[in-house]
């Protein structure tokens, strides 16, 4: 079993900032790519920011240059610094991680989520 546990989440004032983090932990061979989604009230879950094994970074454009993604592989761990944070930016934040369980089987897993309110 792999469990991914998000924290950093809360209420934050418009133009702000906030640190997500997430961690895994299980029978993990190596997690490949980890990524943040969100999803507001009545919308889907989409894409924050992806992060590769190798570091290789990928974000939507609604934040790029205000939000950035990392993740320290020892710790099976990723975080998602958030800066300049707008209303629009609230959200139910997950993570998810792709992890190699045994040669040849990946497997796709989430975290429970955590909420992003940002308003004064």
């Known amino acids: 079993q792999v469990q991914l546990v998000e924290s950093g989440g809360g209420l934050v004032q418009p133009g702000g900032s906030q640190r997500l983090s997430c961690a895994a932990s299980?029978?993990?061979?190596?997690?490949?790519?980890m990524a943040w989604y969100r999803q507001a009230p009545g919308g889907q879950r989409d894409l924050v920011a992806s992060i590769t094994s190798c570091g290789s970074m990928n974000y939507a454009d609604s934040v790029k240059d205000r939000f950035t993604i990392s993740r320290d592989n020892a710790k099976n761990t990723v975080y998602l610094q958030m800066n300049s944070l707008k209303p629009e930016d609230t959200a139910v934040y997950y993570c998810?991680?792709?992890?190699?369980?045994?040669?040849?089987?990946?497997?796709?897993?989430w975290g429970q989520g955590t909420q992003v309110t940002v308003s004064s």
């Open positions: 299980g029978s993990i061979l190596r997690i490949n790519d």
């Open positions: 998810n991680a792709r992890v190699l369980l045994r040669i040849g089987y990946t497997r796709s897993y």
